[in-house]
């Protein structure tokens, strides 16, 4: 029987770094992380940046509605160049660009459009490709050998199982800021992998859940063929101590 030879190339993900709400230390090890596994692809699965103003549940007095958009894009677009990704997802934070630019306020929509265009226009000069969040459609994923790569849409403790069951594949998420493993629930061996954050573990509209003391830095580096992938979760918090 013939031997079977792969060649492999290297891939890192990261997620949810949060534009101005960046955790500095955490932004700093991913970077080093790049330039020791000199990836071919690197994924930002979304959120990068927070747009607190345009939070829905924000009450009119609420202080997130004097965040500065332009600060926030400004801080976000900043550390996508010195990642130099391959492809740049929108999470549902982006996302609320997308759904404003078609307000009935002419102002908000005025502003949003502003914004991913000026997104889009950055995305271009770092020769990046865009990824909609579009939930769990195709549209919203990247195939890399056997593994899917999104955004997310889940936000519940067993996010990695429940993306990878919906899915019906092996992927890697960010959104729920856990660095999570799990097995799904299926004859065939389909593993969730949830990858952590880059936001400021202590943000202040976090501080009043607890489910964000789960939250964890933390990035994917990866190895993928054709038709396989192999995949290694980092956590970064509290030590930064980087793998390689």
Known sequence: MASVTRKFRRGLAISCTHGHEADPKALAAMLKMRQLWKPDTVLHLGDFTDMAALRSSARPDDPDRAE???DDLLAGLSFLRELEPTHIFLGNHEHRLVSLAHSGNAVVSYAAGNVLARISDAAKE?????????GLRPS???QLGDTLFLHGVMYNVSAARDHAEALG???VHGHTHRVAQEQAR???PIVGYNIGCGIKLDVGYAQTRRQTLGWAHGL?????????TIVRLETLSPHYRLPL
């Open 169 to 171: 594949m092996s992927c």
């Open 220 to 228: 994917c580096w990866f190895e993928y063929s054709d038709n396989l």
């Open 186 to 188: 299926c004859q065939r």
């Open 126 to 134: 770092m020769k990046a490709k865009v990824i909609p969040y579009d």
């Open 68 to 70: 500065s958009m332009a």
């Open 140 to 142: 919203a994923c990247v």
